[in-house]
C-alpha cells in the first residue's frame, strides 16, 4: 500500500539549514511526484514546493530563494532543504504523493520542525 | 501565482445542520478544486477532487460544486465525526490552499 513517512530534526536553530527525508513505498517516484506542504501551529496549509516524476521541481514563490527539493530514487527518497530558517518556520511538515487531476491524494503524518535557540 | 480565498474561517453548526463552505480563486481554475478533512493532530484527508468527485471513502452527504473561479463544497446532515478543519486545494496550476474553515458544534 502506499505510504510515506517523514524524518529529521525536531529542533533547528535560527538562521541554519532545515534538512527532511520522505521515504515512501507502494509506488515508484519515477512515475509519481511528491510535493511537500507545511503546518504552523494553529494556522493553515502552505504548499512548499513539489518534484516531479522526471526529477523536475517547482516551488512556492514565497520560499523558492530558500528551499531545495531533491531524490534518490534508488532509495524512495525525497529530500527537502531549506536555508536560513527563522521561528516562523516552526511547523509541522507533511510529504504527500500528487498526481494529475487527482492532486496531493496519500499524505504522510508529519514531522514537527521548532525552530528556536 | 493563484490565490485562493475560503470562507468563512469559522462556522458554528448543530448536529443534522447543512453547512456550506466557499472558495474563490484569483483566476479560472478549469475545476481542479479539491477538498480536504484535516483532524487535530493528524494529516488532512482527501474527501472530494476535481470539484465535485468523492474519494473512495468520503460518505455521501459530502458534495462540492463550482466552476470557473468560484466553488463550495457542502455537508448535509452534518454528524459528529465531521467536526475538523477543512481545506480547498486548487491544482490547476501548482497547488494553493485556501484559507481553511473550522467546523465547531453550536
Known amino acids: 500500500q502506499v505510504q510515506l513517512k517523514e524524518s529529521g530534526p525536531g529542533l533547528v536553530q535560527p538562521s541554519q539549514t532545515l534538512s527532511l527525508t520522505c521515504t515512501v513505498s507502494g509506488f515508484s517516484l519515477t512515475s509519481n511526484s511528491v510535493s511537500w506542504v507545511r503546518q504552523p501551529p494553529g494556522k493553515g496549509l502552505e504548499w512548499m514546493g513539489a518534484?516531479?516524476?522526471?526529477?523536475?521541481?517547482d516551488y512556492n514563490s514565497a520560499l523558492k530563494s530558500r528551499l531545495s527539493i531533491s531524490r534518490d530514487t534508488s532509495k524512495s527518497q525525497v529530500f527537502l532543504k531549506m536555508n536560513s530558517l527563522q521561528t516562523e518556520d516552526t511547523a509541522i511538515y507533511f510529504c504527500t504523493r500528487s498526481r494529475a487531476a487527482i492532486s496531493l491524494d496519500y499524505w504522510g503524518q508529519g514531522v514537527m520542525v521548532t525552530v528556536s535557540s | 501565482d493563484i490565490q485562493m480565498t475560503q470562507s468563512p474561517p469559522s462556522l458554528s453548526a448543530s448536529l443534522g445542520d447543512k453547512v456550506t463552505i466557499t472558495c474563490q480563486a484569483s483566476q479560472n481554475i478549469n475545476k481542479y478544486i479539491a477538498w480536504y478533512q484535516q483532524k487535530p493532530g493528524k494529516a488532512p484527508r482527501q474527501l472530494i477532487r476535481?470539484?465535485?468527485t468523492l474519494v473512495s471513502g468520503t460518505p455521501s452527504r459530502f458534495s462540492g460544486s463550482g466552476s470557473g473561479r468560484d466553488y463550495s463544497f457542502s455537508i448535509s446532515n452534518v454528524e459528529s465525526e465531521d467536526i475538523a478543519s477543512y481545506y480547498c486545494?486548487?491544482?490547476?496550476?501548482?497547488?494553493?490552499f485556501g484559507g481553511g474553515t473550522k467546523l465547531e458544534l453550536k
Open positions: 518534484i516531479w516524476s522526471g526529477g523536475s521541481t
Open positions: 486545494l486548487q491544482y490547476d496550476n501548482l497547488w494553493t
Open positions: 476535481y470539484t465535485s
